[in-house]
């Protein structure tokens, strides 16, 4: 009874060819997030929307894009992988409201021939 | 540079002790901190958290300590069990509180708990 689902969990894909990630969600939560782990570091924050409010963090690259067609989705576009990009990336949701934790899935590892 | 800080990559601890984890931040902004326990090819999972306005919060056998004038918080898991052995992620955000704010996290703490 996963609560936020990503898919796939392994992707392969190929230099400079564009790539997506998705996430879905059951617990009907106002805010969904893209975080991106590298090996033996912390999540990093890609970007959230609130609702249909995108908020793009400063040093994400533009090659990251985000898609969020109604509540229960959101997808992470790659326009030009690049090796640097090979990494686990995160989907998270949490409600619209102050101090409530963040709900992760089991990730997407990416990556990059 | 890293505002949160678990300096410790890793901790052994014998079944039935406890274990303490341990996170620094810098930010003195920071009002909400939680802890995620991660398995292997899982995501994070929420353990525990704490506001600012409190200094300790428990939940069966976790207890999270804040002490904001040292910007220190600590995980003790009492007593530690076998399924515990985990990667441990502290993390904080500032402003909002974890649901809008920015959650920055710590690089973890990997923690094995020896039958």
């Known amino acids: 009874d996963a609560m936020v689902i990503q898919n796939p969990r392994y992707q392969v894909t190929q230099f400079g060819k564009p790539v997506t990630l998705s996430c879905s969600q059951t617990?009907?939560?106002?805010?969904m997030y893209w975080y991106q782990q590298k090996s033996s570091q912390a999540p990093k924050l890609l970007f959230h929307?609130?609702?249909?409010?995108?908020?793009n963090e400063a040093d994400t690259p533009d090659n990251f894009q985000s898609r969020r067609p109604n509540t229960s989705f959101c997808f992470l576009d790659i326009r030009s992988p690049g090796l640097g990009d090979a990494a686990m990336y995160l989907c998270?949701?949490?409600?619209?409201?102050?101090?409530?934790?963040?709900?992760f899935g089991d990730g997407t590892r990416l990556s990059i021939l | 540079d890293q505002q949160v800080k678990q300096n410790s990559p890793s901790l052994s601890v014998q079944e039935g002790r406890i274990s303490i984890l341990n996170c620094d931040y810098t930010?003195?902004?920071?009002?909400?901190f939680l802890w995620y326990k991660k398995y292997p090819a899982e995501g994070p999972t929420f353990l525990i958290s704490?506001?600012?306005?409190?200094d300790k919060n428990e939940d069966g056998r976790f207890t999270v300590f804040l002490n904001k004038s040292a910007k220190h918080l600590s995980l003790h898991i009492v007593p530690s069990q076998p399924g515990d052995s985990a990667v441990y992620f502290c993390?904080?955000?500032?402003?909002?509180?974890?649901?809008?704010?920015?959650?920055?996290f710590g690089k973890g703490t990997k923690l094995s708990v020896k039958p």
């Open positions: 998270a949701t949490s409600r619209g409201q102050s101090n409530q934790p963040q709900h």
């Open positions: 617990l009907n939560h106002n805010v």
């Open positions: 929307y609130y609702d249909k409010d995108f908020n």
């Open positions: 930010n003195s902004m920071f009002d909400y």
């Open positions: 704490i506001s600012s306005i409190k």
């Open positions: 993390a904080a955000s500032a402003g909002y509180g974890g649901s809008q704010g920015n959650l920055i």
